[in-house]
T-cell receptor, first 112, second 116 residues
Framework: ETGVTQTPRHLVMGMTNKKSLKCEQHLGHNAMYWYKQSAKKPLELMFVYNFKEQTENNSVPSRFSPECPNSSHLFLHLHTLQPEDSALYLC???????????FGQGTRLTVV | AQTVTQSQPEMSVQEAETVTLSCTYD???????LFWYKQPPSRQMILVIRQEAYKQQNATENRFSVNFQKAAKSFSLKISDSQLGDAAMYFCAYRSLTGANSKLTFGKGITLSVRP
């Protein structure tokens, strides 16, 4: 039990579909993050939420839409994605005054 | 902006031997954190070890230790008595102290294989 749970683990979607990725953390943290992991590239930070407020949007295309209804849950809504959006999407959480981030197992997304 | 460089894409080590993974970073800050994360095939990113820049003593966690050279901006990970379960991708990461919940900046990672 890692404390950060992501669903689904795998997702295949067409370019015209709408889907959502879910992240839930059971650690009492106040910050949550979405990262994109593509092959041969460093992890790219997409969004940061701090106390449910979005504090960073790293120039992410609008076809990715985050939602943070409370400090424990984070969603990533997907629509009209492109094949190059296929990647592993990782969620993480952390607590103020603590440097470590804890990660979920990721959602492997394939856009066809 | 901070950058993290892992120049070796792959390394291999014989079981029970020692291996060192390299990482360099660039920053203008004097206080920060450095991390090594492990990502096995299960894809879970697991924290291996953490180093605070203000501490001169190198961090150690059982078979894992770091060689932190602040002036050279180098942060290598040494794995002693390598085990088959150590096979994974290893990421070096940097985190600033400034700014609430400042982000982690990762290197590209290195794939470590362990030969039985």
């Amino acid at each position: 039990e890692t404390g950060v749970t992501q669903t689904p683990r795998h997702l295949v979607m067409g370019m015209t579909n709408k889907k959502s990725l879910k992240c839930e953390q059971h650690l009492g943290h106040n910050a949550m993050y979405w990262y994109k992991q593509s092959a041969k590239k460093p992890l790219e930070l997409m969004f940061v939420y701090n106390f449910k407020e979005q504090t960073e949007n790293n120039s992410v295309p609008s076809r990715f839409s985050p939602e943070c209804p409370n400090s424990s849950h984070l969603f990533l809504h997907l629509h009209t994605l492109q094949p190059e959006d296929s990647a592993l999407y990782l969620c993480a959480s952390s607590q103020e005054n603590s440097p470590e981030a804890f990660f979920g197992q990721g959602t492997r997304l394939t856009v066809v | 902006a901070q950058t993290v460089t892992q120049s070796q894409p792959e390394m291999s080590v014989q079981e029970a031997e020692t291996v060192t993974l390299s990482c360099t970073y660039d920053t203008s800050e004097s206080d920060y954190y450095l991390f090594w994360y492990k990502q096995p095939p299960s894809r879970q990113m697991i924290l291996v070890i953490r180093q605070e820049a203000y501490k001169q003593q190198n961090a150690t966690e059982n078979r894992f230790s770091v060689n932190f050279q602040k002036a050279a901006k180098s942060f290598s990970l040494k794995i002693s008595d390598s085990q088959l379960g150590d096979a994974a991708m290893y990421f070096c990461a940097y985190r600033s102290l400034t700014g609430a919940n400042s982000k982690l900046t990762f290197g590209k990672g290195i794939t470590l294989s362990v030969r039985p």
